[in-house]
């Protein structure tokens, strides 16, 4: 039986503006319309607001603006995804979680979300800054069945459909910084950790960790991130609903998922790739554990590299670590 809070929250959000009536309701789900009642009561208590009309139903007036597993499960499958959401107030990092689930044996694709992480992790080792703001802190977990040398660029292809599925949907000119940082005018807005855990040939599963800055107010965060980071709500001057926007980065990533197994990125990545990086034809500094290489960045090859031509002329291709930008932008 389809879980009655999801049919109701679909069947709202599908008329929107209009009124969606009660015994109709009812009737579906094969319950009174006192028992339609309840429930709505009880979605009020968890944020939701409706307004209520003899004669004509129920309208949905506003949504909470914290993460709702039913509500984000409802838009979803509104837009032809099946894939079960798991949310909490608050948890020790999405990406651990998914890998318990995923250890436990839960079927995939499926997601974790969280309003808050107290251990939040970022790339390289950092930690990811999570308080309880309106943000995304979301985990989706995959078993791909991939080889491991797959793992670099599927990262890129879902990180770049999400940095696509933002610039759609809000008409931000989103950018990514090799691998995985996606920004607006240099301040970050996005952050993605993939990881995964990997049998001899195979990449037995895959946690794709996205930090979405969605309604926080980065003003207020530590110094450390306050300078270099942003958020939707303050590009875009007004809050954002939080539950629509989770639902639209949730099925960029599964939507660029299938894609990618089904071997439909490559026509389009190239080209993807070319108007969202923001590093092509500029002076970077790539560092990791081992080395620092300096040059202009030209692109990514194949697996996911990124490209650096050196002032000695020769293509050096970085695979890991970090990327700054230099002083010296050679073009736009
Ligand atoms: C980075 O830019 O360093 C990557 C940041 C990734 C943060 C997200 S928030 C949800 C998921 N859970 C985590 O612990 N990390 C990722």
Redesign the pocket.
Same mark, same amino acid.
């Given at each position: 039986m389809p879980h009655i809070d999801k049919t109701i929250l679909k069947s709202l959000i599908e008329e929107r503006s209009d009124f969606v009536s009660g015994s109709q309701l009812a009737g579906e789900l094969g319950i009174s319309r006192v028992g339609i009642w309840a429930r709505l009561e009880k979605l009020r208590a968890r944020g939701f607001a409706f307004e209520a009309v003899r004669h004509r139903g129920y309208r949905l007036v506003e949504e909470p603006s914290g993460p709702h597993d039913r509500l984000l499960e409802s838009y979803l499958e509104l837009w032809g995804i099946d894939m079960p959401v798991y949310c909490h107030e608050r948890i020790d $990092?999405?990406? !651990?979680e998914a890998q318990r689930l995923l250890a436990a044996g839960t079927g995939t694709p499926f997601v974790v979300v =969280?309003a808050a992480?107290d !251990?939040? +992790?970022? +790339?390289?080792g +950092?930690s990811?800054y999570?308080p309880s703001e309106g943000n995304l802190? =979301? $985990?989706v977990a995959f078993r791909p069945g991939l080889p491991p040398g797959r793992m670099q660029l599927i990262t890129l292809w879902l990180g770049l459909s999400l940095c696509a599925g933002l610039r759609g949907e809000f008409g931000l000119n989103v950018g990514i910084k090799w691998p995985?940082?996606l920004v607006i005018n240099g301040r970050?807005l996005a952050?993605?950790?993939t990881e995964a855990r990997v049998d001899s040939d195979l990449m037995r599963d895959l946690t794709f960790?996205?930090?979405l800055n969605i309604n926080g107010d980065p003003s207020q965060w530590p110094a450390e991130v306050s300078g270099i980071a942003t958020s939707l709500r303050r590009e875009l001057r007004e809050a954002v609903p939080f539950n629509k926007c989770a639902a639209c980065v949730l099925a960029s990533i599964h939507t660029a998922y299938r894609d990618f197994t089904a071997g439909r990125h490559e026509e389009r990545f190239a080209d993807l790739w070319k108007q969202a990086d923001v590093l092509l034809g500029k002076q970077v500094e790539a560092r990791s554990k081992h080395q620092s290489i300096a040059g202009t960045a030209s692109g990514i090859d194949d697996s996911g590299a990124l490209l650096i031509k050196t002032d000695s002329g020769n293509t050096v291709a970085v695979r890991a670590g970090d990327v700054s930008l230099g002083t010296n932008p050679v073009s736009a």
């Open positions: $990092s999405t990406n !651990s =969280a992480q !251990s939040g +992790r970022g +790339r390289l +950092r990811w999570s802190y =979301a $985990s995985n940082d970050k952050g993605i950790l960790g996205v930090g």
